[in-house]
Structures are given as C-alpha cells and as structure tokens.
C-alpha cells in the first residue's frame, strides 16, 4: 500500500543516535543486502568493532536520520569532497521512499556547499536506486573487507 511521503521526516544525527544507526546498518546488510552477497560476504560487512569508533565517525561528519515519528528508519551521511558513504534503511521501510528524502537532504546539503557532483560506492543491491536517482556507473570494483572481496560500483551524480 502506497504511505505518504510526509508521514517519514530527517534530522540531524546527535551523539545518542549511534547505537539507533549501528542497528540500522547491520539490519539492513543482513537482511536486504544479503539477497546479492553470499554469507560470508555478509558477515565480513555488517561488522561493527568498536562503537566509539562509529560514534566518533558519525558525529564528525554531517550525517542524517530518517524518522517515522521518534523512531529512526535509515539514515545517510555526506563527506567535504561529495562522497555519500552511507545510506542504510530499515528492512521494516524498504520501498517507502525513505532512501529518496535522505537523498534529497544529502543533495541540497551538497549544493549548498556548492559541491559539483556527489559520488558513493553503491552496492549491487543499491545500484538500481542510486541510478534510478540519476547517478551513473563510472567503475565496476572488487573491494577488500576483511578478507573477503565483494563487488560494488563507484558511481557519481553531477548537480547541475
Ligand atoms: C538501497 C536502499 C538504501 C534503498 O532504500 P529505499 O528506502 O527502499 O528506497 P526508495 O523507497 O526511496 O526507492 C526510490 C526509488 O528507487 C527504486 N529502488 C530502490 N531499490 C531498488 C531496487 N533494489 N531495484 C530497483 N529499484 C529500486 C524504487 O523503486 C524507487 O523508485 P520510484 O521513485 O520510481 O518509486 C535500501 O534498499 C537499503 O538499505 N539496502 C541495503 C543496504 C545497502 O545496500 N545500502 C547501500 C550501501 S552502498
């Protein structure tokens, strides 16, 4: 059933929201992502070693939630030089149009800075979202995590 597009919001990350993004992370590898790694793959992903670490991350860098209502269902960040490192959404909000508010929170944080084109290293299973988003493959890659090689594509969005 289609829900409509103003009943999710975004706020800014807050140093309590790192344990909400971890969740969101591992849930949404696991889950959703494992339809296009094996589990191994998997398994050397959604690995979170240290949560301060995450913490410290996230809070030095603009990163953003998606709420429905207090609760947070995805998030995505944004670094100076235009990588989106980050978009995660809860399997439970797959296909809501979740990942789509974040993004246009990402880009019109993005043009503010006055930054050319926002790029990220999508997942097989993001690909088809971040090009139905207008972002074009410029690589096919094979990346290392802990062992295992995973595939994912560096893809990239001009802002006009
Ligand atoms: C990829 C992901 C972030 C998309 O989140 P989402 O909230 O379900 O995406 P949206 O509902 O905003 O989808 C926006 C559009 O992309 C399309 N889309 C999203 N995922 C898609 C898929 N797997 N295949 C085809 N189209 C897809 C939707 O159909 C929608 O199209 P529309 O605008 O015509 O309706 C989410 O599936 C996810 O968390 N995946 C697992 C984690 C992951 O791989 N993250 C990326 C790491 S790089």
Redesign the pocket.
Known sequence: MAVPRDRFSIKPYEPDDAQATIDIFLR??RE??SRDYNPEQIAAWAKVEDAEVWARYRANRPTWLAMDGSQPI?FADLKSDGCLD????SPD?????????LLATVEKAAREQGLQRIF????L??R??FE??GFVVLAAQQVQKRGQTLA?FLMEKRLA
């Open positions: 949404a590898i959703i992502a995805g980050m978009m995660f959404v909000y797959q296909g809501k149009g979740v990942a789509s508010l990220t290293e999508a997942s299973t993001a088809p979202f139905r988003k994912n």
